[in-house]
């Protein structure tokens, strides 16, 4: 299939690295570290990776310039996932990116005391409260951040409170499925510190009829996605398949002695309220944006769990830029008035195409968020 009529054409032109960039290394595989917060009466097991390709002069520049050379990126995964998954991806978000920072913060799902910071609201919380900590152990501060509750978060028995430092940077939230949501969030709830959103094979768009219907949905994509080990991506669909198995048990076997100590039986379900969190729709109706500054959006062509065809795209492999003009109305009327600039794509690729067609997908996103190292500035805008 050519790929020019996949894509809906946008005028770019890269120009090569700078030397910093081409110069940047990244272990093989990424430390993952483990921590464990306390947040809404409760300790939960989190987990980070941070990917940090800068050179030793680009550090000291960022110093000498009170800032890195972008927003650090923070990557949501996939429903399930765990940080140093789809890592073909993030690290070349790390190297391709202006500030070479990305981290991607896990943690279970909260299930404290108070239940209006329970699921996905107490990881909006949990996981800002994760990005702090790691920033502020790189000497880096979050510009514009604000807390969202004076609910107590500590990591490792520390309180977590922004912390002055030199050095600030803002934050571009991008987000894969379930992920995307969050992602989405994100930047609705630190408008301050999140400059631009990127959504690869997101969710969030779709009014689900429960998380059955999904679950459903997901499980044939699931069969889709299995098929790839015949053609070529085997290494690529065991690693995401196996990321979900683990991150799925991990969550409820560790519900288990959490209920079992807070006399709470309600906790092992928690990983199913973490399922229904993915139905969530999405829109300025719950979660505007105003502000921000560039949004992305990326289907893959071969997703039956996100099929961009739901969205109205009729024809995945040609969208007109009339349909864009539709979805970017539906999804963000706000962030058009407010001037945002917006990329829409449909790549190839299944579910996990920010994986199996890595390069593509995170050049993309970076040029879209403006995150591009050494990018050009005759990039045309899309509306589509």
């Excluded at 631009?196 to 699931?222: D, T």
Aim: charged letters at 25%; hydrophobic letters at 40%; glycine letters at 10%.
């Amino acid at each position: 299939m050519r790929r020019d009529v996949v894509l809906v054409t946008v005028g770019v032109l890269l120009l090569p690295f700078s030397s910093h960039a081409a110069e940047r290394q990244l272990k093989e595989i990424p430390e993952t570290r483990c921590l464990k917060v306390t947040f809404n009466g409760e300790t939960i097991n989190a987990f980070y990776v941070i990917i940090d390709a800068r050179t030793p002069k680009e550090k000291e520049t960022d110093r000498k310039h009170g800032q890195p050379g972008g927003a650090v990126l923070v990557f949501f995964q996939g429903h399930g996932q765990r940080p140093a998954d789809a890592y073909k991806f993030t690290a070349k978000l790390a190297r391709m990116s202006r500030s070479g920072i990305v981290i991607v913060p896990v943690c279970d799902t909260p299930y404290g005391k108070d239940e209006n910071w329970r699921g996905d609201r107490g990881k909006d919380v949990v996981l800002m409260a994760i990005v702090l900590h790691v920033l502020q152990k790189e000497g880096i501060a979050i510009d514009g951040y604000k807390p969202l509750t004076d609910m107590t978060v500590a990591i490792e028995g520390k309180e977590i409170t922004p912390q002055m430092s030199d050095v600030k940077a803002k934050l571009a939230a991008i987000g894969w499925s379930h992920g995307a949501i969050l992602a989405r969030r994100y930047a609705h709830y630190y408008p301050e510190a999140v400059v631009g959103l990127g959504h690869v094979c997101p969710a969030g768009y779709k009014q689900w009829a429960g998380s059955v219907h999904l679950a459903g949905r997901f499980a044939w994509e699931g069969l889709h996605i299995g098929t790839l080990v015949f053609r070529g991506n085997a290494g690529d669909t065991l690693s995401c398949g196996w990321g979900l198995t683990k991150g799925m048990v991990g969550d409820f076997c560790r519900s288990i002695p959490d209920g079992i100590g807070a006399l709470q039986p309600l906790k092992f379900g928690r990983s199913c309220r973490d399922v229904r969190e993915c139905t969530l729709y999405c829109d300025d109706s719950n979660l505007p944006l105003p502000g921000i500054g560039n949004i992305v959006v990326i289907f893959g062509l071969d997703d039956t769990c996100m099929d961009p065809r739901d969205y109205g795209i009729k024809n995945p492999e040609n969208p007109t830029q009339e349909e864009g003009e539709v979805f970017w109305m539906k999804y963000y009327p706000g962030a058009i008035a407010d001037g945002a600039r917006r990329t829409f794509k449909v790549f190839p690729g299944t579910h996990i195409g920010p994986v199996s067609h890595s390069d593509m997908y995170a050049r993309e996103v970076l040029v879209g968020l403006d995150q591009m190292v050494a990018q050009a500035t005759t990039r045309t805008r899309s509306n589509l």
